[in-house]
């Protein structure tokens, strides 16, 4: 199955986790970050603060949400669901409306 096919399916709440193989280009710290965004659920979110511990490095929040704004490959790499400590949405490169948008689409929103 194409990764177009897979974002349809996701957008229409048909799709919980991409399956396409993904091979984004980035240091070795940005890919760990990456592959741990990869492990938030759908319909859940991690803090930057998580994000940092998730991938053993606690103090590397800054750092992780570096990486998380390089991420080319969005929604398949869930980086959305990343939200600050307080539970305040923050940066997402597609905008915080968009990001709104895609957590309300899985739930975690109202």
């Given amino acids: 199955m194409t990764a177009i096919q897979q974002c349809r399916e996701y957008f229409t709440g048909e799709r919980l986790q991409f399956t396409v193989p993904i091979a984004a280009q980035g240091t070795l710290f940005q890919q760990k970050v990456w592959q741990a965004l990869c492990a938030i659920p759908y319909g859940e979110t991690w803090s930057y603060q998580q994000l940092a511990d998730a991938i053993g490095n606690p103090k590397a929040v800054r750092a992780v949400g570096l990486a ?11 980086c959305h669901r990343v939200i600050g400590k307080n539970g305040k949405l923050t940066g997402y490169a597609g905008g915080i409306e968009q990001k709104e948008k895609l957590l309300r689409l899985e739930g975690v929103l109202n």
Avoid at 68 to 78: D, H, T
């Fill in 68 to 78: 998380n704004g390089k991420n080319p490959i969005s929604i398949i790499v869930p």
